[in-house]
Structures are given as structure tokens and as C-alpha cells.
């Protein structure tokens, strides 16, 4: 912060200026997902994405399928 901006934000309070409040943030589906697994006492929990995620391989068998049909 610059020193003007700084002393800006001493003389005002923060529904007078904007740079003293951080801004609001959407939560991300998976902080949701695991704050309510927080809340029902789950204490580890992951992520499959990579594990999930269709192959190339896959793609491929199914592009071949659905052009022999």
C-alpha cells in the first residue's frame, strides 16, 4: 500500500473506502462439499478428478462405437 492510501484508509472507515475491504469471493464447489463433510465429523476426505476423468483411450472406443451403429 502506498503511504496516501494508507492514511486514507486511518482517516475514513471501510464503508468509506474500498481498498480496506478484501473482495467478496464465491466459494468453490469442493470448499462446500468439505465444510459440509467438516460439519458431519468426516476428517479426511479426496479428490478423484485425475482418477475420473474419461481417457483418451475411451474416447476413441466410443467415437468407434457410435460411428459402427
Known amino acids: 500500500m502506498t503511504v496516501s492510501i494508507l492514511l486514507a484508509s486511518l482517516a475514513c472507515t471501510n464503508s468509506e ?16 462439499i468439505q465444510k459440509t463433510l467438516n460439519a458431519i465429523g468426516v476428517t479426511y ?4 478428478d485425475d482418477i475420473l476423468v474419461p481417457s ?14
Open 17 to 32: 473506502i474500498s481498498l480496506s475491504a478484501p473482495p467478496a469471493t464465491v466459494p468453490r464447489e469442493q470448499d462446500v
Open 45 to 48: 476426505s479426496h479428490m478423484n
Open 56 to 69: 483418451k483411450i475411451e474416447a476413441e472406443r466410443t467415437k468407434q462405437s457410435l460411428l459402427v451403429s
